[in-house]
């Protein structure tokens, strides 16, 4: 089943935020579509579910408009989690997950036991059975998260199109979700189509990457093809080391600390130490070196600002963070890889316990 863009505009009232984009999204692959913030990739995807209708051009689904087939046929056939969706105050985890089976139902063929099968598998592998009874409104944000992948997951169609999947999740359940949609893609042959902020995620999972930039695509194609420093900083605005995945040999950003360089370059001078707060010791020059494994966003922030005497506010947001792929997993494989290339002894910190900025810093500039 084939999915595409052809010459595509899409806008909410004022300038177009796609604007004349054609994409032809590989048919049984996984593709990844990252960008900066307000690039369009929301957008585009909204476009590509029919939930926005296009200015000008046409998203085709096997080859016939999108716009002129069923409601019911085009749920049968492409699946959607959007991003931050709403459900009635009081419904059920399992009366949402059942939600995604009313596509397969008509007046003549209501609830059947393969809808149930798809339910309980669904349930099963977001780990979502023990919350089938409890209302939505009284989960966290990573358990409503599973709970309407699972929805998703339940209405059993060829493609699938996820915005920002593994947002609210947890490390491990960030992990799970995707691995869950890498086996469904390599048993099943099911198309995913996915929106991702984490570029080191997507270059990990997807075979096919699409690169957005205020609106168009910039760059697309596997992710070993296209992911370099140049395209990063073009798309990103961001300097970056290109290195190997350690576990699976996937390009790995490590980006370069843009404040340090700024303040660097303000003073005219190059202190080639890693800062440290006021009431640290220094980093030490010998013995094993240290890495930070960040358990705590809100603690690094104010650690990194107190190390560069700025406002916390002032640090980046969690989208920008999470941009970077400042995350446990990504932090660990370039601590794995950094052992390899050195020969060091590494030890791991926990943040919410030892704030460390200075072996933070190490681990970021290759010391």
Not at 14 to 24: E, H, N, Q, R
Not at 263 to 272: N, T
Not at 277 to 291: H, I, K, L, V, Y
Not at 306 to 333: K, Q, T, Y
Request: aromatic content about 4%; proline content about 6%.
């Amino acid at each position: 089943m084939s999915l595409h863009a052809r010459d595509l505009t899409l806008g909410y009232g004022g300038d177009p935020v796609v604007a004349d984009l054609s994409l032809a999204l590989p048919a049984g692959e996984i593709t990844a579509i990252v960008g900066a913030n307000a690039c369009g990739k929301s957008t585009l995807l909204r476009g590509l579910a029919r939930l926005l209708a296009p200015r000008s051009g046409a998203v085709l689904l096997d080859g016939t408009e999108l716009a002129k087939l069923g409601t019911r046929e085009v749920a049968r056939r492409l699946g959607l989690l959007p991003q931050s969706p709403a459900a009635p105050e009081g419904l059920t985890v399992e009366d949402l997950v059942a939600r995604g089976r009313y596509p397969h139902q008509s007046w003549l063929q209501q609830f059947s036991r393969d809808d149930q099968d798809h339910i309980e598998w669904a349930l099963e592998v977001t780990d979502t059975v023990g919350l089938r009874r409890r209302a939505l409104d009284q989960l966290s944000g990573g358990q409503r998260q599973r709970a309407w992948i699972a929805m998703a997951l339940a209405q059993d169609t060829e493609i699938l199109l996820l915005d920002e999947p593994t947002t609210f999740l947890d490390m491990a359940h960030q992990v799970e979700v995707l691995d869950l949609l890498a086996d469904l893609n390599r048993e099943q042959g099911r198309t995913v189509v996915m929106v991702l902020h984490d570029l080191n995620q997507a270059c990990r999972y997807a075979d096919h990457l699409v690169a957005m930039h205020r609106g168009r695509i910039h760059v697309q194609g596997p992710p070993a093809e296209v992911v370099d420093a140049e395209m990063v900083k073009a798309v990103f605005g961001l300097d970056v080391r290109i290195v190997a995945d350690p576990e699976e040999h996937t390009p790995l950003c490590v980006p370069a600390r843009r404040r340090r360089r700024r303040s660097e370059a303000a003073v005219g001078e190059h202190d080639p130490s890693p800062r440290t707060r006021p009431d640290q010791p220094p980093a030490p020059t010998e013995g094993p070196a240290m890495a930070a494994v960040i358990l705590d966003r809100d603690r690094l922030r104010a650690d990194i600002a107190a190390a560069l005497g700025e406002a916390p506010e002032d640090v980046g947001d969690d989208d920008d963070l999470m941009d970077l792929g400042l995350d446990s997993i990504r932090l660990m494989s370039l601590v794995e890889q950094w052992r390899a290339e050195t020969g060091s002894e590494i030890g791991f910190v926990d943040l919410a316990e030892e704030p460390t900025v200075a072996a933070w810093s190490r681990l970021f500039n290759g010391a």
